[in-house]
């Protein structure tokens, strides 16, 4: 690492660590009660950095930075690919929160990232309906939803507020009607990205990927691999015993790949799904799509991710609409979009 890399990794520490420092002041404005109507203005309160590096890739950022080109195109560039399958044309943002993933530990939900979302729904005791939602209209200052249930029954109820906590660039069939609806998609711009994780239940050829053998726990890939990373998994359903590699690529893993990278392995299963936005969109780099889509009462929860997409920053995105809503409903405009003043020490 020292002979191809020199000190790159330690300064890439440093530049991950500096970041990090700037995002945790989110936690302290938000128990502050502090919100924010759109993403960038969220970072803006962060690190005035942070607004600028939206508009800019992470390639020209981690230039401007002093990085060399083996540290970009390699470790810069490997390390965005296994977490949002693209390049180093994303913004420089959702950039350093891929790169966040060098510095250990990382964690991970037992039993998968839907327990953290299972959990939040228990602890909330709210009253749930397993309904498929088609249908948000404003009604005389409320809103009607109207959803279908199992076996073809219709739900329709009224709320004064809805949150939304879907990527509506992938929910076509949600039908937003009331209040200047014909603008409300027009908000959200950036498409969604698919993703695929194919399962074998045997280590990948080291001679094919031609690296040692044993091949390593994690494998990168920067350009033309055909897949973005391969890695062995936590977990398997088999028991703790059996080991399981998992392949994330940009489209499904044809049957000449699987045997040219896995010629000894049994593929257990392909798993596809909308995974986050496309940030190496050409054009506009940022659009600000804002938390409340109507200036009333329908939040965006996903707006967020318009700026980086990760469990952490769904949170973080749900929260703020819940601030923004219950500011606007106190009349606590103080505390919306002004960052307080910095704790002293």
């Given at each position: 690492?020292?002979?191809?890399?020199?000190?790159?990794?330690?300064?890439?520490?440093?530049?991950?660590?500096?970041?990090?420092?700037?995002?945790?002041?989110?936690?302290?404005?938000?128990?502050?009660?502090?919100?924010?109507?759109?993403?960038?203005?969220?970072?803006a309160?962060?690190?005035?950095?942070?607004?600028?590096?939206?508009?800019?890739?992470?390639e020209?950022?981690?230039?401007?930075?002093?990085?060399?080109?083996?540290?970009?195109?390699?470790?810069?560039?490997g390390?965005?690919?296994?977490?949002?399958?693209?390049?180093?044309g994303?913004?420089?943002?959702?950039?350093?929160?891929?790169?966040?993933?060098?510095?250990?530990?990382?964690?991970?939900?037992?039993?998968?990232?839907?327990?953290?979302a299972?959990?939040?729904?228990?602890?909330?005791?709210?009253?749930?309906?397993?309904?498929?939602?088609?249908?948000?209209?404003?009604?005389?200052?409320?809103?009607?939803?109207?959803?279908?249930?199992?076996?073809?029954?219709?739900?329709?109820?009224?709320?004064?507020?809805?949150?939304?906590?879907?990527?509506?660039q992938?929910?076509?069939?949600?039908?937003?009607?009331?209040?200047?609806?014909?603008?409300?998609?027009?908000?959200?711009?950036?498409?969604?990205?698919?993703?695929?994780?194919?399962?074998?239940?045997?280590?990948?050829?080291?001679?094919?990927?031609?690296?040692?053998?044993?091949?390593?726990?994690?494998?990168?890939?920067?350009?033309?691999?055909?897949?973005?990373?391969?890695?062995?998994?936590?977990?398997?359903?088999?028991?703790?015993?059996?080991?399981?590699?998992?392949?994330?690529s940009?489209?499904?893993?044809?049957a000449?790949?699987?045997?040219?990278?896995?010629?000894?392995?049994?593929?257990?299963?392909?798993v596809?799904?909308?995974?986050?936005?496309?940030?190496?969109?050409?054009?506009?780099?940022?659009?600000?799509?804002?938390?409340?889509?109507?200036?009333?009462?329908?939040?965006?929860?996903?707006?967020?991710?318009?700026?980086?997409?990760?469990?952490?920053?769904?949170?973080?995105?749900?929260?703020?609409?819940?601030?923004?809503?219950?500011n606007?409903?106190?009349?606590?405009?103080?505390?919306?979009?002004?960052?307080?003043?910095p704790?002293?020490?």
């Amino acid at each position: 690492m020292l002979w191809r890399y020199g000190l790159g990794p330690l300064k890439l520490d440093r530049w991950v660590g500096g970041f990090l420092k700037s995002f945790e002041t989110i936690y302290r404005l938000q128990k502050e009660g502090k919100a924010f109507s759109t993403p960038r203005r969220l970072l803006a309160a962060l690190d005035p950095r942070f607004s600028r590096m939206l508009d800019e890739t992470l390639e020209d950022r981690l230039r401007r930075d002093g990085f060399n080109e083996r540290m970009i195109q390699e470790l810069a560039s490997g390390m965005v690919r296994v977490n949002y399958g693209q390049g180093l044309g994303v913004g420089a943002f959702v950039g350093a929160v891929a790169l966040c993933g060098s510095q250990g530990p990382l964690w991970a939900v037992e039993g998968g990232n839907q327990v953290l979302a299972a959990k939040m729904l228990e602890s909330s005791r709210a009253r749930l309906h397993r309904a498929r939602v088609c249908q948000v209209e404003a009604n005389d200052g409320r809103y009607r939803i109207h959803a279908d249930m199992k076996e073809g029954e219709l739900l329709t109820e009224d709320y004064d507020l809805v949150f939304l906590a879907v990527p509506l660039q992938n929910s076509q069939d949600l039908e937003l009607s009331g209040r200047s609806s014909e603008n409300l998609f027009a908000k959200v711009v950036r498409p969604y990205q698919r993703i695929y994780a194919t399962f074998f239940e045997s280590p990948p050829d080291a001679k094919s990927l031609r690296c040692s053998d044993p091949v390593p726990g994690i494998i990168l890939s920067t350009t033309g691999a055909g897949f973005n990373s391969i890695g062995l998994h936590n977990s398997s359903r088999k028991g703790d015993d059996q080991l399981i590699w998992k392949v994330f690529s940009p489209e499904p893993l044809t049957a000449e790949q699987s045997k040219k990278l896995f010629p000894n392995g049994h593929k257990c299963e392909t798993v596809g799904w909308w995974a986050y936005p496309q940030y190496e969109a050409t054009g506009k780099k940022f659009a600000d799509s804002a938390f409340c889509l109507d200036g009333a009462g329908l939040y965006y929860c996903n707006a967020i991710e318009e700026a980086a997409s990760a469990m952490e920053m769904a949170v973080l995105g749900a929260k703020n609409c819940v601030l923004l809503a219950s500011n606007r409903l106190k009349g606590a405009t103080s505390n919306i979009d002004t960052p307080s003043l910095p704790a002293r020490l």
